[in-house]
Structure formats: structure tokens, C-alpha cells
């Protein structure tokens, strides 16, 4: 008899989280033949969004649809999943390694008694053991690992799997009932969001970060500028953050956010070993700073030697001509 897996499925903004997409792509490389893979999407007035996401699973997709779920509350969340691992008895859970996930996936495996494994970048096959790979050392060097029995949970970082294509039919979608628990230790009431721009950072294919050398807060206008003719997103060093020149939900790096986009492009970054460990997977890492000696050169694809006043203005100029 094969495995179950259930993908966690995340919302955000009224829409469904490319990590979800590239959650289910991450178990397709993970999974047997015989082994199932249903999904669950939790929240409000997401019916729509159950159907969409249907047309990507093979097996269920457990809708569980409340006003109460609107807003991630980890007490709720996990009694909605020991709902669904009730009826469904899964064998391995995945999710994107996102807060969400990442406070998630631990309360999981406490309730399942399960091994967890965070944070995963790729995953092969050995015959019949899966192996895991995952960055340590604040990304310096690689592990693989892999579970030796009992129930998995597993963590995947966003934008290094390819989204799932679309399955031959739709899943079948079960709708589970949600009954509110009196004995919440916590509600939240409202989240007020503090975002670098209308595109996730970590999910962004392109990031335009900047460093010290934007010298203060109206010199992340051009980076903004520039950001927005490549459809991308803002991000910035801690630097930048610790001299106030724009808020903390921006960080790149060791304490801050970890970013694996198409392209990077380092304005006014020194290179710092803390920001490179949020950022050193890009595909691609262009670094644009005044100084020829700067350490975020030894490791960027290609670089410019230059005023990033002068050279992001210019790049958004040629951009725009040829993007808009």
C-alpha cells in the first residue's frame, strides 16, 4: 500500500501562494507509485480558490472554509489538520517553509510524532530512500537527509521548485466543517501588513536590495522605480534597516528574510556574511556598488563598479524601453 501525502496549501491576499503550487511539484519528485497526494486549503470564502487549486491535485482536496480562518491562528490551524489527518492518515506533510509553515510543521509533527526536516531546496530519489537536501551553515554548505520511518513532515523553500502543471482532471474537493474552539489561548483580531511592494519578497523572481549606500530613505526611490518595470520586489540589508532608511519586513539575511529569486540585484551592498546567507542562491547576482573591493563582487555573476544613482536610473531607463 502507498503513502498518503498531504500539501499544505497557503493563502494570502485573496490568492493562492506559489509555494503551494511548488509544494505539490516538491512531493511529485518525492512520491512512489501507488502513493496518494491531497491537498487542504484553509480559510474564508475560498471556494474559488479550492476549485483552482483542484486543478493541480491528484487525490482531495479538503476545503475547510470558516470566517474564523481568515486569519492564520496556529491553535485553530493545527485542529483543523487533526481534522483532516483524522479522515485522511497521512504518512508525510508538506509545507512551504514560510512563517506559516515554519510555525506550523513543528506543532504537525509533535501531534503525529513525526520526523520533520525544514528548510528543503531539492529532493532525489535512491532507489527506494528519498534523499533531502538543505542549506547549513547559513548557506556555506549542503546536507541530504532522509527519514528512516514514521510519519514525515517537511518544509520547502519557496522558488526552488518549478509550480505544478495542471493534472488530467480535477481533484475531488471534500469540504470539512470547522467548529470554533472556546479555549483558544490566543485570537488574533487584525494583521496590519507592512510590505517593499505589490510583489511577495519571497516569492519574487526578481529583488532589487539595497544597502548602506542608498544613504537614506528617499534613496530607495529609484530602486522601487526600477523594481516596478521588472515586476519584482524591494528588499534591503540590515544595514540599511538599522539606519532607518526603510522598515524591517524588508530584510534580507541571516536575521532576516532568505530569498532565492531569478535575479538579484545588490545596490549599494558591501556583502556582508550575515545578508549573503539570505540571498547566495539567487540564479543570478548582479552587484552594483561604488567600491571595487566590495565582498558581495567575489560572488556576484556580474558586476558593475559604479554610482548606483547614476546606474539604477540608466537600468530602468533601458528596461522600460524594452519591458513596457
Known amino acids: 500500500m502507498g503513502k498518503t501525502y498531504i500539501v499544505v496549501a497557503e493563502v ?3 490568492s493562492l501562494r506559489q509555494v503551494s503550487l511548488e509544494a505539490l511539484q516538491a512531493v511529485s519528485a518525492a512520491k512512489q507509485e501507488g502513493d496518494d497526494v491531497a491537498s487542504v486549503l484553509i480559510g474564508s470564502q475560498i471556494t474559488t480558490l479550492a476549485s483552482e487549486l483542484a ?3 491528484e487525490g482531495h482536496v479538503y476545503s475547510v472554509d470558516h ?26 506533510v508538506v509545507l512551504g517553509h514560510t512563517a506559516l509553515g515554519r510555525d506550523l510543521a513543528p506543532a504537525i509533527a509533535a501531534h503525529l510524532g513525526a520526523g520533520q526536516i525544514s528548510d528543503v531546496t531539492a529532493i532525489e530519489k535512491n532507489g527506494d530512500d528519498v534523499l533531502f537536501t538543505r542549506p547549513i551553515y547559513a548557506g556555506k554548505a549542503f546536507e541530504q537527509r532522509q527519514f528512516t520511518g514514521g510519519p514525515q513532515v517537511v518544509t520547502i523553500r519557496p522558488n526552488n521548485f518549478s509550480p505544478a502543471v495542471p493534472a488530467s482532471s480535477p481533484a475531488e474537493i471534500v469540504e470539512l466543517d470547522y467548529a ?20 511577495d519578497l519571497t516569492e519574487a523572481k526578481i529583488v532589487v536590495s539595497g544597502g548602506r549606500g542608498v544613504k537614506s530613505a528617499e534613496g530607495f526611490k529609484p530602486l522601487e522605480e526600477l523594481a516596478e518595470v521588472l515586476h519584482g520586489a524591494v528588499g534591503a540589508s540590515r544595514a540599511a534597516c538599522d539606519a532607518g532608511y526603510c522598515d524591517y519586513s524588508m530584510q534580507i539575511g541571516q536575521t532576516g528574510k532568505v530569498v532565492t529569486p531569478e535575479i538579484y540585484i545588490a545596490c549599494g551592498i558591501s556583502g556582508a556574511i ?11 547576482i548582479i552587484a552594483i556598488n561604488k567600491d571595487p573591493e566590495a565582498p558581495i563582487f567575489k560572488i556576484a555573476d556580474y558586476g558593475i563598479v559604479g554610482d548606483l544613482f547614476e546606474v539604477v536610473p540608466l537600468l530602468t531607463q533601458e528596461f522600460r524601453k524594452v519591458l513596457v
Open 12 to 14: 494570502r491576499g485573496g
Open 55 to 57: 486543478n493541480y491535485v
Open 67 to 92: 470566517p474564523d480562518l481568515e486569519i492564520y491562528n496556529p491553535e485553530s490551524y493545527l485542529d483543523v489538520m487533526k481534522t483532516v489527518f483524522e479522515r485522511a492518515k497521512p504518512d508525510a
Open 180 to 199: 470554533p474552539s472556546g479555549s483558544l489561548r490566543s485570537i488574533v483580531k487584525d494583521i496590519v501588513r507592512k510590505t517593499s511592494g505589490k510583489v
Open 274 to 284: 550575515q545578508h549573503l546567507a539570505g540571498m547566495s542562491q539567487s540564479r543570478i
